[in-house]
């Protein structure tokens, strides 16, 4: 069975457990959350989150913790070799995101790993490998899944062997993991529609056992445009067919799906995406519907 969910809140009163059953109203059988906003670092405190409620609801439908993954907020930038407060704020919150995911009893932590900005891109690269052997520690069985970005503005980790090189250079690497965006790729030159190619030459330059999260996005720019901007299933230039292959890929079944599409208007476009990947079947007027 495919594992496939979608982003989805956390927000009071119910947190966690709103997150879950968020997540079950969409059809899906995992999700992804973020421990609080993505654009700053101010967290609740884990017990305020009713962790075990949403535990025990995913037991009831027979999820597994792992199909929980936890976002990192984007502001955080360990490739920031410039401001030096600004990378050890980001080591300093991700040391203790690590404990939030163990505590709320998850497994995988989804993290960009950051932009060089104006220093030069080795530098970025090195300050990024520097960052995760700090935050990084052997008693936490915690897998920083470094997400494949799209190469807008300064980002590092655009290509497969970037990824590697920071997994090469880190010495816990048996801590990290790959979560690989089909949005972040197709923009970042790769050919989504010749998925089985990507997925030889991600095997060749990283090794297919890290790959543990994609984010199953469609683009609203053209491949190669740096630009990083998810589209619905089908409206954008990757296009539903090649998605689809993505997500029922056979040597992809453990690998944890994940949603990343805009809302439309204030509907989510979750429920109907989920059925459509599930059926292998697009329906545009669905996604249309919510428009009107
Ligand atoms: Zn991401
Ligand atoms: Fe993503
Ligand atoms: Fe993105």
Redesign the pocket.
């Known amino acids: 069975m495919v594992i496939l969910g979608s982003h989805c809140s956390m927000k009071a009163p119910k947190f966690l457990l709103g997150s879950v059953q968020e997540a079950l109203s969409y059809g899906a059988n995992a999700l992804m959350i973020y421990t609080g906003p993505p654009q700053n670092t101010l967290r609740k405190p884990v017990e305020a989150l009713k962790i075990q409620e949403a535990m025990q609801l995913m037991k009831t439908h027979g999820i597994p913790a792992e199909n929980m993954i936890v976002h990192a907020p984007y502001i955080i930038n360990l490739g920031n070799s410039v401001k030096q407060e600004t990378y050890q704020l980001g080591v300093d919150f991700l040391k203790n995101e690590i404990q939030r995911v163990k505590e709320i009893g998850a497994k995988y932590l989804?993290l960009h790993p950051g932009s060089h900005t104006i220093a030069p891109f080795e530098d970025g690269m090195n300050q990024i490998i520097q960052g995760l052997n700090e935050v990084l520690c052997e008693e936490d069985d915690v897998i920083i899944c470094l997400?494949t970005m799209s190469g807008k503005g300064s980002e590092v980790g655009f290509t497969f062997e970037q990824i590697q090189t920071m997994i090469e250079n880190t010495k816990l690497s048996h801590k990290l993991g790959v979560?690989l965006?089909t949005?972040?790729i197709h923009d970042a030159g790769y050919d989504v529609s010749s998925f089985d190619q990507i997925l030889n030459e991600f095997d060749r330059i990283i090794g297919l056992d890290r790959l543990k999260v994609i984010?199953v996005?469609d683009s609203k720019n053209v491949q190669g445009a740096k630009k990083d901007r998810h589209a619905n299933l089908g409206e954008g230039h990757i296009g539903f067919d090649a998605l689809c292959k993505v997500v029922h890929h056979p040597k992809l079944e453990h690998v944890i799906k994940i949603l990343?599409t805009p809302w439309i208007g204030d509907e989510a476009p979750y429920k109907i995406e989920i059925e459509m990947l599930k059926n292998k079947v697009y329906d545009p007027s669905a996604l249309d519907a919510l428009r009107k």
């Open positions: 989804v997400e979560c965006d949005c972040h984010h996005n990343e």
